[in-house]
């Protein structure tokens, strides 16, 4: 059983920044991402990283704000997030393994999650 657990979240004024950082234990997975979930809306995925070579996937929202990065011997994920807007606010959840078949940004397609880290950003 792998754990997430998701440290780095909360309150900021817009423009400030935050970094989140997300911890597994066992094994290096495929892919690890960072999702989000506002009060009454779908989870979507803001950014996702293959951990074998580094590539790494953003929502169009988030691009030259946001940058995920990994620590391989630390088995660690982080998402810097700068510039950050009202709208960026959620909470954020860590993702590990997906699946075969599914787009990075597929949230059925993980098969394990963090327990979220909320993030406010205030106007």
């Known amino acids: 059983q792998v754990q997430l657990v998701e440290s780095g979240g909360g309150s900021v004024q817009a423009g400030g920044s935050l970094r989140l950082s997300c911890a597994a234990s066992g094994y290096r997975r495929n892919y690890m991402a960072w999702f989000r979930q506002a009060p009454g809306k779908e989870r979507e995925g803001v950014a996702a990283?293959?951990?074998?070579?580094?590539?790494?996937y953003y929502t169009d929202s988030v691009k030259g704000r946001f940058t995920i990065s990994q620590d391989i011997a630390k088995n660690t994920v982080y998402l810097q997030m700068n510039s950050l807007k009202p709208e960026d606010t959620a909470m954020y959840y860590c993702?590990?393994?997906?699946?075969?078949?599914?787009?990075?940004?597929?949230?059925?397609?993980?098969?394990?999650w963090g327990q979220g880290t909320q993030v406010t950003v205030s106007s």
């Open positions: 993702a590990a393994d997906l699946a075969l078949g599914f787009t990075w940004s597929s949230k059925r397609g993980y098969h394990y």
């Open positions: 990283i293959y951990t074998g070579s580094g590539s790494t």
